[in-house]
């Protein structure tokens, strides 16, 4: 069973801060790594992808995760938060060939930004 | 940005009453999810489909999910008889094909049910 965890419900930081939100998976096979956005009222927004290769991606809008398999995690980064980063962030993980790519979702990080 | 798009984008239900959203893919996608999103932020995969053929589907009790992809047509998701439990955000998704599950899914703006 596929599960992925992120830990912290809720980051409070202020513009031109730098962020860490964080997301642990537990499967113990070969498997995809996501991050997505999603503002108030909208649908998901993708930001970036791990499936192989340097364990560092990066993503839109200066966003970037790094890829640790010894520590089962996959944190997203951002140098210095603009407002408009203001939104939950889930990371989500698929199995490597069979659930036909299905995503789990963790749990949602909300980000809020003080001016 | 993602080219899926849902309609409607709210709808609100009776109890007992039928609700049906649809959904158009990005163009070229043969690949198209649904997943339910509760108000705790909780994401339940329904069902997906490759071109018309459904590729997995959750066991949706009670038979009162349907879905259909038909060709030249949008995709659709119909709840038969609504329930206030199903008052939710459904998100529509799709991609390209890779049987690795390599490519993203690019997600539509969701419709907002609320069953009252």
């Known amino acids: 069973t596929q599960t992925v965890s992120q830990s912290d419900a809720h980051v409070t930081v202020f513009e031109g801060d730098s962020v860490e939100l964080r997301c642990n998976y537990s499967?113990?096979?070969?498997?995809?790594l996501s991050w997505y956005i999603q503002h108030h009222g909208h649908g998901l927004q993708f930001l970036l992808k791990?499936?192989?290769?340097?364990?560092v991606v990066q993503g839109v809008n200066g966003f970037e995760a790094e890829f640790s398999k010894s520590d089962s995690s996959f944190h997203l980064r951002k140098a210095s938060v603009h407002w408009s980063d203001s939104a939950v962030y889930f990371c989500a993980v698929s199995a490597r060939n069979y659930n036909q790519g299905k995503l789990i979702f963790g749990q949602g990080t909300k980000l809020s930004i003080k001016p | 940005n993602s080219k899926v798009i849902q309609t409607p984008r709210y709808l609100v239900k009776g109890q007992g009453q039928k609700a049906k959203m649809r959904c158009i893919p990005e163009?070229?996608?043969?690949?198209v999810f649904w997943y339910q999103q509760n108000k705790n932020n909780e994401f339940k995969f329904l069902i997906n489909?490759?071109?018309?053929?459904?590729?997995?589907q959750i066991d949706m009790t009670e038979k009162r999910f349907s879905a259909e992809c038909p060709s030249n047509s949008p995709c659709s998701l119909e709840i038969q008889s609504s329930e206030a439990g199903d008052s939710a955000l459904y998100l529509c998704?799709?991609?390209?094909?890779?049987?690795?599950?390599?490519?993203?899914?690019?997600f539509g703006p969701g419709t907002r049910l609320l069953v009252l």
């Open positions: 489909f490759q071109n018309q053929e459904v590729l997995q």
């Open positions: 791990y499936y192989s290769g340097n364990p």
């Open positions: 163009k070229g996608h043969p690949v």
């Open positions: 998704a799709s991609s390209l094909w890779d049987w690795g599950g390599q490519d993203t899914q690019y």
């Open positions: 499967y113990g096979g070969s498997i995809y």
